[in-house]
């Protein structure tokens, strides 16, 4: 018997990231919206915790117990008193290292498939408490939809999105870790003051209204100069898909994924193609938003 649960990869529309706090990490108004490129995590009864993956980028996956879906599933284990010998089989499609979650993603599809085969049902709240554990990111691969996260981005409120937005993502020839980003943008704010980070009221009226103009006129990512800093060659990405008519350009996260929002599925084709001949990026891909959280499939 095995149970497979699909999870989605992220962009972050709004990123304010405040002062590093006192435990190393930052405030964040964290304005996330889950967009369609998916890992699929199957867990299977097995002699002993194993993980192994499939995908592009597989071979930048560690298979030990740092991997977060196996973190998950020791995590769940100990809390529920159940075997966490398992088989966590991940058929990776989001990109390794690129901003787009895609760790927190195996981490919460982990906890939903060990939740689902292991019988327990465990109350949404015990679950993403769990996820908050985890990792700042993975209470949002569970629900997915769009989501405020306050906090360390781990603290959810649902978001209302009243209709489809197009996407393009350009992937990096290289990751970018995340804990150097927030490094750098410690290092890029030395000296100044950082403001409490706020979600943007006209950004939230954007998404709840479905209005790609007036979100490409809103989104933000207060981490994208320390990215930039890090890995100047993004900017030569940017300027490609803006070229090509992007109404929005920026860096997903701590990157280095770049994400172009557009206004249908046309000119997503034509934003992708111009991408993908501009030699900036390593691949090219296109998606919808908003998708689901993990699912059971
Ligand atoms: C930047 C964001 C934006 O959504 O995502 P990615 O672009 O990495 O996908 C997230 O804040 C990443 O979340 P996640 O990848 O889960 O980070 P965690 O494992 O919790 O933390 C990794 C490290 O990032 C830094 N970190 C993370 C979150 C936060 N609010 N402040 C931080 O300073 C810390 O150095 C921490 O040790
Ligand atoms: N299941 C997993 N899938 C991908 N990376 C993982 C996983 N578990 C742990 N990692 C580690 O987390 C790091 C960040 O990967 P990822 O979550 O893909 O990127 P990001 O945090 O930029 O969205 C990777 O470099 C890898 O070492």
Known sequence: MSVTVRVPAKVNVQLAVGAARADGFHDLANVFLA???????????????????????????PLDRTNLAARAALALAERYDRDPRVHLHIAKDIPVAGGMAGGSADGAGALLACDTL???????????????????????????????????????????????????????????????????????AEGRDIPEPVASEALLDALAAGDPDALAATVSNDLQPAALSLFPELADTLAAGRGAGALAALVSGSGPTTAFLVRDPGSAESVAEALRVSGTCRTVRVATAPAAGATVL
Not at 39 to 45: A, K, L, Q, R
Not at 121 to 140: H, K
């Open 35 to 61: 967009v369609g490129l998916y890992d699929e995590i199957t867990v299977t009864p097995a002699d002993a915790l194993r993980v192994t993956c499939e995908g592009p980028d597989a071979a930048q996956v």
């Open 118 to 188: 292991w019988g327990i049902g465990a109350p949404r709240g015990e679950l993403l408490d769990i996820c908050a554990e985890l990792g700042s990111d993975v209470p949002f691969s569970l629900v997915g939809g769009a989501a405020l996260g306050t906090g360390r981005g781990e603290k959810l409120t649902p978001l209302e999105v009243g209709g489809t937005f197009h996407w393009v993502f350009a992937m990096a020839e290289r990751g970018l870790s995340t804990p150097a980003v927030f490094r750098e943008f410690d290092r890029l």
